[in-house]
């Protein structure tokens, strides 16, 4: 599966943006699909995930002021992203084969793609 992340930038603090991601073909209807975001040295965070019944889940720090949605027609994830912070700056990636493990979201295959850089200025 090849993933097209877009919609990172520079953004001021207060400020929003929506990240996009577009997937090559359908994935398993097991799978949910979101995002993660990585910062340097550190281990890739679950930020936000969408089951294909439309159900969503958020992690504590951006529950509230992001918001995961899909188009399943154009096989496209989207993450709305209001109130931003600086501590939101991060590789955003997007997985369209999220499983969760008693609240513990991981992706099946690694298929994160490049990314899109989101970073927030005080």
């Known amino acids: 599966v090849q993933l097209q992340a877009s919609g990172g930038g520079l953004v001021q603090a207060g400020e929003s943006l929506t990240l996009s991601c577009a997937a090559s073909?359908?994935?398993?209807?097991?799978?949910?699909e979101g995002w993660f975001r990585q910062v340097p040295r550190m281990e890739r965070e679950f930020v936000a995930a969408?089951?294909?019944?439309?159900?969503?889940y958020y992690s504590d720090s951006v529950k509230g002021r992001f918001t995961v949605s899909k188009d399943v027609t154009k096989n496209t994830v989207y993450l709305q992203m209001n109130s931003l912070k600086p501590e939101d700056t991060a590789r955003y990636y997007c997985?369209?084969?999220?499983?969760?493990?008693?609240?513990?979201?991981?992706?099946?295959?690694?298929?994160w793609g490049q990314g899109t850089l989101v970073t927030v200025s005080s």
């Open positions: 997985a369209p084969d999220l499983l969760d493990d008693i609240g513990s979201w991981y992706s099946d295959n690694d298929w």
């Open positions: 073909e359908r994935t398993s209807s097991n799978y949910a």
């Open positions: 969408i089951r294909k019944n439309g159900s969503t």
